[in-house]
Every structure is written in C-alpha cells, then in structure tokens.
C-alpha cells in the first residue's frame, strides 16, 4: 500500500479503549478505515497533495473558459515556435506535405438512375415465363442498373478546374494551395476560417478568403444560458452557430477595431476542438511547448559551453611571482596589452612557441564538453513527438537509431494518423465547398437545375509510395484476389483513380497494337493477337518448294490471280 496513507491505520486511544471493551466493534471499525485507505491509494492520482509530485488540482474550466484567457497566449508561443525553432517549422511543412500533398482532388460521380416504368411487366425467362427474384436479380440488376453521366461529369472537371486555378480573394492562390495553407495552420493555431465571397466579375461567381485565427475577435458576451458570443463566435440556442464576429484585418496592425457580424452560412469554421462543445481551436503545440521550451534552454546553455570551449585560455607563472611573459616587454597600456592590475597580455597562435624559465609554468584552462546533451535531446524530441503524434524519425529525420523494420513500421504508423486528418479535410472544408460551388454554377445557369446534394464527388487524396514495393505490391494483389479489397481501393490508396487507370492502359494497348509492339506488361487483346499473327503468318508451302500458292487451272471467276502477300515485320517486344 502507499505508505502515504499508512499513517491512518495507525492505532489511536479510542481505538484502543473500543479494542478493550468491544473487540468486535474495533475489528469493524479498522476493516473499514483500511478499505478506505485501500481506495484512496487506488486513486492516488487524483489526490491534491502528493508528496513524490507535489501535484495539485487544477481548477474544473468550462469549454470556453478553458481557452479563453489561455489561447492566444498559447498562438502566440506557436508562432514564435514556428518562426525560430527548426523543428517545429519543418514539422509543420512535413506534415502538410504528407496529408495534402499536391492537392485532395475531386472526381465528380454523376450516377443516371434508369427507373423501371411501374407499367412494365416483371422479368421473364425467353419462353415468356416469370423468374423468381434470384434468377431475376442479374437481368434487374443490368436493367435498373445505374451508369455514369460521363457527359455531365466531364463539365463539372473543366468548369471546377478552371475555377479553383485562382479561387481566393486575391486570384492567385489555387484550391489546393488553400488546402495545403489550410492544414498548416491547424497545426499552428488550431483552428481557419474560410468566407465565402460573392465574386460577381467570374465565371462562377464564387471567392474564398482565407481568415487567420487572429482576425477572429476575442470579445466575449455572456448571457448566462449558454447563448451569446464566446471568442468571437455567436452562439445560440442548442449550442448553434449563428455568426462570426470577424477583424477586417490582423488586428496587430488596425487601428479602427471594429469587428464585422459575418453569418455561419457564410463562414467555413475549420478546427480541432478538444472539448465536444469548444467553439474554438487550440494550437496542437501545447502539450510539447513545456519539452520543446527546456530543449530550447538546454541547446542555448551548450551552445554557450561550446563558444567558451573554443576560445581556450593559458596562464603564464613565471617563478610563482606575477610577470611579463618572456619576450614581452611591460609598458603603459597605450604601448601593449596589459590589463587593469598591470599584467601583460598576449595571444597563441598555431605555430607559435613560447620560451621560459626554469620556474616557469603554463597552464590551460576551459570548460568540458558535455556528453550528456545529444541523449537528453533525443528524450526531449521524443516526448514533443508523441505530443504531435508522430514519430520521432519523421519529426526530425533522424533515421540513425533504427532499422529497416523499425522504419517501415513508423512510416505505417504515421500513415495511420493521416488519413483520419485527409478525411477530416474533406469533411470539414471541401464539400462545404464543393456543395457552395455547384450552388452557385446552377444560380447563374452553368450548371443544369437540380440538387446540388445529388451531384457529388469522390476526393482523391494524394497516395504515398510503397515502403517496400515488392512485398507490399504483392501484399495488394493477394488482397484483391481474395476479395478483401477492390482494385478501386488499391488505387485510392495510392492516390490514382481507377477509372483514368483503365483509360489510360487502354489506351496503351491500342497505341502499342498499332504500332506492332507487345508491352510485357499490358496484356494484349486476344481477337487483336490472333488477327495480327493471321497478317504475318507465311503462306503454305507448295511441292516446288517456294512459298508461292499451287498453279490453278484457270483464273477463279475470270479474275488474274494476286500474288502473295509479303511477310510483315515481327512484332517488337519490350
């Protein structure tokens, strides 16, 4: 047991008098003070005083006031982070680049559903006689089956493509950009906003400005029901967001501080709540910033170690009594250099040699490396890693205490993580886009009318290789051919869609058929196969032994006989 609370079953002088005169009311009493201290040692953890920890209770905050007085605090540590510490800068640009990448692409997916007319008569067998609904099940299937609106879905790529090359604001920036932006700065702040903007000189008349998480105000108004604005975000009945209280700029650098009412409808709120009822984020730095700061203490103090290493100093006794170092003449400080008590200074440099006297000595002097820095380094990276839930490899690409399999299955970890933050994005950012964007095409007629829910897309996010492309190539083939994964899903996984796959193979194919050569890795068409060795076949062999056909007594039909073709060049393979 936890010797902190061995000292209440101790024995007091009212438990001695009951253990007197009523043995089994004191044997009752300290079976229950014992389970009572067997339950306070359970929960050792959330005592408020703890003599190893010295650790106390913090305050019961509620969502709000959880970060209220401590988040900007906290982004603004994250920024400076970010700007001076090289870690936590590259960090940020990795993870962008492992999640987004070059961009989470849309594919729209237009299905045409061909209704059965309630008139036509059920499914029937070619004798005419109606099938039970498992013989039917295929012929249905093939007869309300649903097919691609290709046409449709063609449009809605060149439109889309063409809008998002410069759908901000400002006309430079691409909808990817803003993806790869987007997710920096959860990482950094927490929390981006994006406005949609009516742009009425484009095509679509569609703009998206991005807000930082400093423009969005921290005035906060309290009703006392739950409703009101928390941080800059209006809040109504049943927690629901009405608006956004939003600075026309940073306000760093405004002088008419004024907030603008933006309505939610118009606010695209992206943020990592760690409460279910936050109307804000916080920056992700927070659980590492107490490791990263001591490292950054301990890597100034060696730095200052190692400066003070370099510049080493010798001292020069000669005989015991302080002098002139031999060779140096002592004169007033405008004739040499000597310091405040009058003694002669000098410098050593490389090939130099000193003469003194029998009595004289040199010492040296200078501080000690540590050894000691580069491990507690490492424990401080680990622990911010863990913080930012990645590996300590990927965090900073220090891949010299591993092995190949420890690699491999850091690499598999950290792609574990991201891709609930890829579908995290498109949740939170590019459908509410994409349902805004088709809106608005249909509003101004470049789109047909209809429900823009219907109309949806399928996002490609950009895939990462294979860590071991052979073993986990086959790994794919073996899934795929069992049944537990779809060659669409292999595909996805590593950022192709499998429709442009079958394009663009087919398209292969028939370029190499064309121009005679056989792709061992294409197989080919067999009706193509076969037609082209039937062309560069040799004709049959006649008893002159030439490859000329036999002589016919008279020309078929009243026609001259052709010669034989020539043979055709083999087929190249590759």
């Given at each position: 047991?936890?010797?902190?609370?061995?000292?209440?079953?101790?024995?007091?002088?009212?438990?001695?008098?009951?253990?007197?005169?009523?043995?089994g009311?004191a044997a009752?009493?300290?079976?229950?003070?014992?389970?009572?201290?067997?339950?306070?040692?359970?929960?050792?953890?959330?005592?408020?005083?703890?003599?190893?920890?010295?650790?106390?209770?913090?305050?019961?905050?509620?969502?709000?006031?959880?970060?209220?007085?401590?988040?900007?605090?906290?982004?603004?540590?994250?920024?400076?982070?970010?700007?001076?510490?090289?870690?936590?800068?590259?960090?940020?640009?990795?993870l962008?680049?492992?999640?987004?990448?070059?961009?989470?692409?849309?594919?729209?997916?237009?299905?045409?559903?061909?209704?059965?007319?309630?008139?036509?008569?059920?499914?029937?067998?070619?004798?005419?006689?109606?099938?039970?609904?498992?013989?039917?099940?295929?012929?249905?299937?093939?007869?309300?089956?649903?097919?691609?609106?290709?046409?449709?879905?063609?449009?809605?790529?060149?439109?889309?493509?063409?809008?998002?090359?410069?759908?901000?604001?400002?006309?430079?920036?691409?909808?990817?950009?803003?993806?790869?932006?987007g997710?920096?700065?959860?990482?950094?702040?927490?929390?981006?906003?994006?406005?949609?903007?009516?742009?009425p000189?484009?095509?679509?008349?569609?703009?998206?400005?991005?807000?930082?998480?400093?423009?969005?105000?921290?005035?906060?108004?309290d009703?006392?029901?739950?409703?009101?604005?928390?941080?800059?975000?209006?809040?109504g009945?049943?927690?629901?967001?009405?608006?956004?209280?939003?600075?026309?700029?940073?306000?760093?650098?405004?002088?008419?501080?004024?907030?603008?009412?933006?309505?939610?409808?118009r606010?695209?709120?992206?943020?990592?709540?760690?409460?279910?009822?936050?109307?804000?984020?916080?920056?992700?730095?927070?659980?590492?910033?107490?490791?990263?700061?001591?490292?950054?203490?301990?890597?100034?103090?060696?730095?200052?170690?190692?400066?003070?290493?370099?510049?080493?100093?010798?001292?020069?006794?000669?005989?015991?009594?302080?002098?002139?170092?031999?060779?140096?003449?002592?004169?007033?400080?405008?004739e040499?250099?000597?310091?405040?008590?009058?003694?002669q200074?000098?410098?050593?440099?490389?090939?130099?040699?000193?003469?003194?006297?029998?009595?004289?000595?040199?010492?040296?002097?200078?501080?000690?490396?540590?050894?000691?820095?580069?491990?507690?380094?490492r424990v401080m990276l680990?622990?911010?890693?863990?913080?930012?839930?990645?590996?300590?490899?990927?965090?900073?690409?220090?891949?010299?205490?591993?092995?190949?399999?420890?690699?491999?299955?850091?690499?598999?970890?950290?792609?574990?993580?991201?891709?609930?933050?890829?579908?995290f994005?498109?949740?939170?950012?590019?459908?509410?886009?994409?349902?805004?964007?088709?809106?608005?095409?249909?509003?101004?007629?470049?789109?047909?009318?209809?429900?823009?829910?219907?109309?949806?897309?399928?996002?490609?996010?950009?895939?990462?290789?294979?860590?071991?492309?052979?073993?986990?190539?086959?790994?794919?083939?073996?899934?795929?051919?069992?049944?537990?994964?779809?060659?669409?899903?292999?595909?996805?996984?590593?950022?192709?869609?499998?429709?442009?796959?079958?394009?663009?193979?087919e398209?292969?194919?028939?370029?190499?058929?064309?121009?005679?050569?056989?792709?061992?890795?294409l197989?080919?068409?067999?009706?193509?196969?076969?037609?082209?060795?039937?062309?560069?076949?040799?004709?049959?062999?006649?008893?002159?032994?030439?490859?000329?056909?036999?002589?016919?007594?008279?020309?078929?039909?009243?026609?001259?006989?052709?010669?034989?073709?020539?043979?055709?060049?083999?087929?190249?393979?590759?």
């Amino acid at each position: 047991m936890n010797s902190v609370y061995t000292d209440d079953l101790v024995p007091t002088a009212f438990d001695q008098f009951l253990l007197r005169w009523a043995p089994g009311w004191a044997a009752k009493r300290g079976e229950n003070r014992f389970r009572i201290c067997q339950m306070r040692a359970a929960y050792d953890f959330a005592e408020h005083f703890n003599r190893l920890r010295a650790r106390e209770i913090p305050k019961n905050w509620g969502p709000h006031g959880e970060i209220r007085d401590s988040r900007m605090k906290a982004l603004l540590v994250s920024r400076d982070l970010d700007r001076n510490n090289a870690w936590i800068h590259g960090l940020f640009n990795s993870l962008a680049d492992s999640i987004i990448g070059r961009g989470i692409r849309p594919e729209p997916r237009i299905r045409m559903k061909r209704i059965r007319s309630p008139m036509t008569p059920p499914p029937a067998d070619p004798e005419g006689n109606p099938m039970d609904s498992t013989s039917a099940r295929p012929q249905a299937a093939k007869q309300l089956g649903k097919t691609f609106n290709v046409p449709l879905q063609d449009k809605i790529a060149e439109l889309w493509e063409k809008w998002q090359k410069g759908c901000d604001t400002s006309g430079k920036r691409s909808f990817y950009e803003l993806q790869w932006r987007g997710e920096r700065e959860l990482w950094a702040a927490g929390e981006f906003l994006i406005v949609l903007v009516d742009a009425p000189d484009r095509d679509i008349p569609l703009a998206l400005e991005v807000v930082s998480a400093e423009r969005l105000a921290e005035h906060t108004v309290d009703n006392g029901d739950g409703t009101g604005v928390f941080d800059g975000v209006e809040v109504g009945p049943g927690s629901e967001t009405l608006a956004y209280h939003i600075w026309t700029g940073d306000p760093a650098e405004m002088t008419n501080r004024t907030p603008k009412r933006i309505p939610a409808e118009r606010v695209i709120h992206v943020y990592d709540n760690n409460r279910t009822d936050s109307v804000r984020g916080f920056p992700r730095a927070h659980s590492s910033g107490n490791s990263l700061a001591s490292l950054a203490k301990a890597f100034d103090y060696e730095l200052t170690r190692m400066q003070m290493a370099s510049a080493y100093a010798f001292l020069w006794k000669s005989g015991g009594v302080p002098g002139p170092m031999p060779g140096v003449k002592k004169g007033p400080p405008s004739e040499g250099p000597i310091d405040k008590d009058g003694n002669q200074l000098t410098h050593v440099e490389g090939g130099m040699f000193l003469k003194g006297g029998q009595n004289d000595d040199l010492k040296t002097g200078g501080p000690n490396l540590s050894t000691a820095f580069e491990p507690y380094t490492r424990v401080m990276l680990r622990q911010a890693a863990c913080g930012f839930n990645v590996s300590y490899a990927f965090m900073c690409r220090d891949f010299s205490e591993g092995n190949f399999s420890s690699q491999r299955m850091g690499a598999l970890e950290d792609r574990k993580h991201w891709r609930p933050r890829q579908k995290f994005q498109v949740d939170h950012f590019c459908e509410q886009v994409w349902v805004k964007w088709i809106e608005v095409a249909m509003a101004v007629g470049k789109l047909p009318a209809g429900d823009p829910l219907e109309m949806k897309a399928e996002w490609r996010p950009d895939g990462w290789d294979w860590v071991d492309p052979a073993t986990d190539i086959e790994a794919d083939k073996q899934a795929v051919l069992a049944g537990f994964k779809s060659i669409q899903t292999v595909c996805a996984e590593h950022g192709f869609d499998f429709y442009e796959v079958c394009d663009q193979l087919e398209e292969a194919r028939l370029y190499a058929a064309e121009k005679g050569v056989v792709l061992d890795v294409l197989p080919p068409d067999p009706m193509a196969m076969m037609e082209l060795e039937a062309s560069l076949a040799p004709p049959p062999m006649n008893g002159n032994g030439n490859g000329s056909k036999p002589a016919a007594k008279g020309p078929p039909n009243g026609k001259k006989p052709q010669a034989a073709p020539k043979p055709k060049t083999a087929p190249r393979r590759f």
